[in-house]
């Protein structure tokens, strides 16, 4: 019951609060930038998917967590949870720059992802940990098409994403070595399917 209590508490800290990095932004090193308002958009709206994205990842990680039945794994789950809300908190910092906002939705894709995460969770360590392997290589390919869609001048959430990127194959890699199970062919569609959505959605709500 601690652990439900724990979760739920994470999850209304994510949805609602402000997070606090434990690791300044990438984008302290870069100087302050002038965009366009066409470019200021665009960049807000990049910003706000990759600010979604990481908010399922606390969801994903939380609920794998909390189903995990191995102790070490647990504390693997929460441990890139942790460097994940650093991810978090650098997006919404730089979204509040851009003078754009997160998405509306944010409650419904916490959701979502909790309930994908649990599932994966219930079904076995092994498979959650492909599920890690799967989500985390799907979000490099993504930060992947945003670093060729950002604004040139844009050097702050540039930078923001291309150490996003390094760090979620790291925690890919790391999952595949703690003895990831490969998923099906299908189900990586189905979470391709469920990726695209999102982000377009996001995009623009």
């Known amino acids: 019951m601690d652990r439900v209590l724990a979760s739920v508490d994470h999850g209304l800290r994510t949805v609602f609060a402000t997070p606090a990095a434990a690791r300044p932004s990438p984008a302290r090193e870069c100087d302050p930038v002038q965009l366009s308002a066409e470019q200021a958009q665009l960049s807000g709206a990049l910003m706000r998917v990759n600010h979604v ?8 990680y939380q609920s794998q967590a909390l189903f995990s039945r191995d102790p070490e794994l647990r504390q693997h789950f929460k441990d890139a949870a942790q460097e994940e809300v ?3 908190a650098w997006t919404q910092q730089r979204l509040d720059e851009l003078g754009s906002h997160k998405s509306y939705l944010s409650p419904l894709w916490y959701g979502g992802a909790f309930a994908i995460g649990s599932l994966a969770g219930l079904t076995g360590d092994r498979v ?3 599920f890690v392997v799967e989500t985390e290589r799907q979000v ?12 040139d001048a844009d050097l702050p959430s540039r930078a923001i994403v291309a150490q ?3 760090e979620e194959a790291r925690h890919a890699a790391e999952a595949e070595a703690a003895g990831a199970q490969a998923l099906p062919a299908p189900v990586k569609s189905l979470m391709r ?3 695209r959505l999102m982000t377009s959605t996001a995009h623009r709500i």
């Open 193 to 195: 399917l469920a990726a």
């Open 53 to 60: 994205g990481e908010v399922c990842a606390q969801a994903l």
């Open 86 to 88: 650093d991810h978090l």
């Open 164 to 166: 996003m990127k390094l």
């Open 140 to 151: 490099e390919q993504h930060l992947a098409s945003h670093l060729q869609r950002l604004p």
């Open 128 to 130: 959650s940990l492909g």
